[in-house]
């Protein structure tokens, strides 16, 4: 499976999977603002109440468990949350997100869809279907949803889920296809690192090596270096004849990512 998988949006919460590229957008720690003394008497408050805060807490800490691998607290949590907010749909695809992650994929399902029944923040729940859509391998159905995503008139963030179309897209592979979503996410949302990388890529095997540059600049600006993105830096150095900036980058690319497949690509056909 491509990049596309692993980033899932519930609402402010931002995870980042490190494995794969699809989009969960959640930062759920637990810092002090989520372990005060006012906090855990919402959090422990009777969990069978209406209590939309407690519900909120309880996400956020079931999410920092499911990141940390603490899948029995993580359901815990979740399961705390739906109780005290039942019909909010962040917390229906927090709740999915642990599903599928623990192979419950008709469970899972279920939780998708029932999210999307609600006006509030549909396109959010839209794209996070067409995710795991995707990551099923149904591409068609996940286009679908995708693109149902980016009609929503309240859906504040389209241009993630044009990156996420474009990235399921490549895993048809349908690269003609995947180039017009990048594009209309960058066109959306400039700050997508990972459509800019995408398109950096894109670009150079196409051999339009300026507008490979000029993507992963773009790249530069608003993502972290990776071996992938240093790879093609050297490569698009290469190919333009800047000799020096590709030997600078190289250099970081072994300092940085001394055992990656790109680096280790990357020595080989510099040193035969």
């Known amino acids: 499976m491509n990049k596309i998988l692993c980033i899932i949006s519930v609402g402010l919460l931002v995870s980042a999977c490190t494995s794969s590229k699809t989009s969960m957008t959640e930062d759920a720690n637990m810092t002090d603002g989520v372990t005060s003394t006012e906090t855990m008497k919402q959090v422990n408050h009777e969990i069978t109440s209406y209590n939309p805060t407690a519900a909120s807490y309880n996400m956020q800490?079931?999410?920092?468990?499911?990141?940390?691998?603490?899948?029995?607290?993580?359901?815990?949590?979740?399961?705390?949350?739906?109780?005290?907010?039942?019909?909010?749909?962040?917390?229906?695809?927090?709740?999915?997100?642990?599903?599928?992650?623990?192979?419950?994929?008709?469970?899972?399902?279920?939780?998708?869809?029932?999210?999307?029944?609600?006006?509030?923040?549909?396109?959010?729940?839209?794209?996070?279907?067409?995710?795991?859509?995707?990551?099923?391998?149904?591409?068609?159905?996940?286009?679908?949803?995708?693109m149902a995503a980016v009609s929503d008139p309240n859906y504040l963030t389209p241009g993630q889920a044009y990156e996420n179309a474009g990235l399921c897209a490549l895993d048809v592979p349908n690269n003609q296809k995947a180039e017009q979503y990048f594009t209309k996410a960058l066109q959306n949302n400039p700050h997508l690192a990972t459509s800019s990388l995408e398109m950096a890529h894109i670009s150079y095997d196409k051999q339009d090596y300026p507008q490979a540059k000029k993507y992963l600049e773009n790249y530069a600006k608003y993502g972290q270096p990776s071996a992938e993105s240093l790879y093609y830096r050297v490569k698009t150095e290469l190919a333009l004849g800047d000799d020096n900036a590709a030997a600078s980058d190289l250099l970081l690319l072994k300092h940085r990512f001394p055992d990656s497949k790109e680096y280790l690509a990357l020595k080989e056909e510099t040193t035969t």
């Open 61 to 146: 800490l079931g999410v920092a468990y499911m990141q940390q691998g603490d899948m029995q607290r993580a359901k815990r949590k979740l399961r705390m949350a739906e109780q005290q907010d039942p019909n909010s749909p962040i917390i229906l695809d927090a709740m999915a997100y642990y599903l599928e992650n623990v192979g419950e994929v008709g469970s899972a399902e279920k939780y998708y869809r029932k999210a999307m029944t609600f006006d509030k923040q549909r396109g959010e729940a839209q794209n996070n279907y067409g995710a795991f859509l995707c990551r099923r391998g149904r591409y068609t159905e996940a286009e679908k949803y995708f």
